[in-house]
């Protein structure tokens, strides 16, 4: 790695359909599909952020945008490994999303995460 940059795993979960892969490209690229597709298993993205605030440091964040799609959940516990960060994403217009976000993707978190990882807004 060199020197002055640091490294950020993020991992996007949530089901499918909700937006992931639309906030991702947003970050990324500033842009915005309203007929984006769905991801298929798992996309990688990179970007490097220089912040002043950390004497002109680079980030470079690592981002896994994973399946929503039923199938592919068994799949999904590997992209936890090493993970820094992982963001929950769900439709407030779909209450099933939001549900899923509390039956099953919050326990994927507290599962199969990083042990180092602070957890304690997962209450």
Request: glycine share 6%.
């Amino acid at each position: 790695m060199e020197e002055g940059l640091l490294q950020c795993k993020v991992v996007i979960i949530g089901e499918s359909g909700v937006g992931k892969t639309c906030i991702i490209n947003r970050f990324i690229e500033d842009t915005f599909n309203p007929g984006q597709i769905p991801t298929l298993s798992a996309s990688f993205v990179e970007k490097n952020i220089e912040y002043k605030e950390f004497n002109g440091k680079v980030i470079k964040f690592l981002i896994w945008d994973t399946a929503g799609q039923e199938r592919f959940r068994s799949i999904g516990k590997i992209f936890y490994t090493d993970a820094r960060a992982v963001i929950l994403v769900y439709d407030i217009t779909n209450e099933k999303s939001f549900e899923e976000i509390q039956n099953y993707w919050y326990n994927q978190i507290k599962e199969h995460s990083p042990k180092d990882i602070n957890k304690s807004f997962l209450l």
